[in-house]
């Protein structure tokens, strides 16, 4: 029987609750098609810092690289926002994006008809539905640059840098899936002021002579924030580095209806993924079992097709999200005022019963 190892990881806040629903789709698509899943749970985040007194082990490390694919809830906690900034439940998380080499982190973000009236847009700048992938840097930029702090705590600063290898690879990656695609890149910078936008730019145009079928744009930062909200129709693959598109993925869940929708694939040149919800660990809401778990139960399904081949699977997952949210249950995220909610567990139950 084909067998898959599959990482755990549930981490901080709501984390625990979304996987697990994550987890009972992941059983129940293995007794439909007939293969094996072993599970192998780690800790990650405060989950770590209380067991072991940091983030993430190396040991944790070292069993995820053995895994095929690995599958997290979030990670962070006010209670850790002031210990040092090494050990802060975050920075596992950019350890495990760097060690493993997982440097292409995939979002897309698709309006489904059912949730149209959860989108804060209008009806007729969203006419057609809304489908966008951004494709970000995930290894490189502000958030791995040099870090400096004066002793006197009076200064501070981050170095955005990237190489052009760096965006060489990651532009291949927005080009290949625009191929799959509408056949559009836009790749966001700021060229106009940084640097590194201006590598960026140069090198993202030299790749795209690669794919002359795709379309390619750029724009600038702040005007890729503006132009979401009132043309979002014109986006097909939004490339951009590590920074713009941790915000611009923020923003661009809301025009869904609800950040709790949205997943996400972070992938290195040899498929291993790691699968997880955009979205954080929303403590203010944790343990009461109310957190919408569909960000987390797409990004299983992004799971099956990037890194386990099951393209199959993948599709029956997102079908019966589809089936889910067409019947019109709803966590309370996206209910309406005098509409009933459900629990994070009873979505997660009405999805595998859908499969
Ligand atoms: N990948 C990650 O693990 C990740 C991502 C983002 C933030 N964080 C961490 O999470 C903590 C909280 O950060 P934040 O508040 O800025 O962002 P957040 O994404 O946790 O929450 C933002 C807002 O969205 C809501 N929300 C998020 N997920 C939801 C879901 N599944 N269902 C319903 N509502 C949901 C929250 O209740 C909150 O109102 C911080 O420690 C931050 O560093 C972790
Ligand atoms: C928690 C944090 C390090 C992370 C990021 O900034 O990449 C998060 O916001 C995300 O979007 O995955
Ligand atoms: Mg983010």
């Not at 951004?134 to 705590?153: H, K, M, P, T």
């Not at 997943?263 to 919408?292: M, T």
């Not at 067409?326 to 999805?351: F, P, V, Y």
């Amino acid at each position: 029987m084909e067998s898959y190892k599959i990482g755990i990881l549930k981490g901080d806040g709501i984390g625990p609750e979304i996987v697990d629903e994550g987890i009972k789709v992941i059983q129940k698509i293995a007794a439909l098609n007939a293969f094996k899943v072993d599970f192998i749970d780690e800790k990650i985040g405060g989950d770590a810092i209380d067991a072991y007194g940091v983030p993430i082990t190396d040991e944790t490390l070292k069993v995820l690289s053995t895994c095929e694919a690995i599958l997290m809830g979030s990670v962070g906690d006010p209670k850790y926002d002031h210990i040092a900034p090494e050990l802060r439940p975050e920075k596992a998380l950019l350890k495990m994006r760097k060690t493993l080499g997982l440097f292409a982190n995939i979002r897309p973000a698709r309006l489904y008809e059912a949730l149209k009236e959860h989108s804060p847009l209008k009806s007729s700048i969203l006419s057609d539905g809304l489908d966008i992938c951004v494709v970000r840097e995930l290894n490189g930029g502000i958030y791995f640059g040099e870090q400096v702090e004066s002793a006197d705590g009076q200064s501070a600063s981050d170095l955005m840098a990237y190489s052009a290898p760096e965006v060489k690879r990651i532009a291949k990656i927005a080009f290949e899936m625009a191929m799959t695609r509408d056949k559009k890149v836009t790749s966001v910078d700021k060229a106009n002021v940084l640097a590194s936008s201006r590598l960026w730019r140069k090198t993202v145009i030299e790749v795209s002579k690669d794919f002359p079928e795709v379309t390619l744009e750029h724009l600038y930062v702040d005007n890729a924030a503006m132009q979401l909200i009132i043309n979002p129709m014109q986006f097909d693959v939004i490339l951009t580095s590590n920074l713009f598109g941790d915000i611009l993925s923020d923003e661009m869940s809301v025009l869904t209806g609800s950040i709790g929708l949205l997943p996400s694939a972070s992938i290195n040149e040899s498929k291993l993924g790691l699968y997880e919800p955009i979205h954080g660990s929303a403590p203010s809401i944790a343990g009461q079992n109310i957190a919408n778990p569909i960000a987390t139960i797409l990004s299983v399904a992004m799971m099956f097709r990037y890194s386990l081949g099951r393209h199959d699977c993948a599709d029956q997952i997102e079908n019966a999200v589809l089936k889910v949210l067409n019947n019109g249950h709803r966590t309370i995220d996206l209910a309406g005022k005098d509409q009933k909610s459900l629990s994070t567990s009873e979505i997660g139950d009405l999805i595998a019963e859908a499969l």
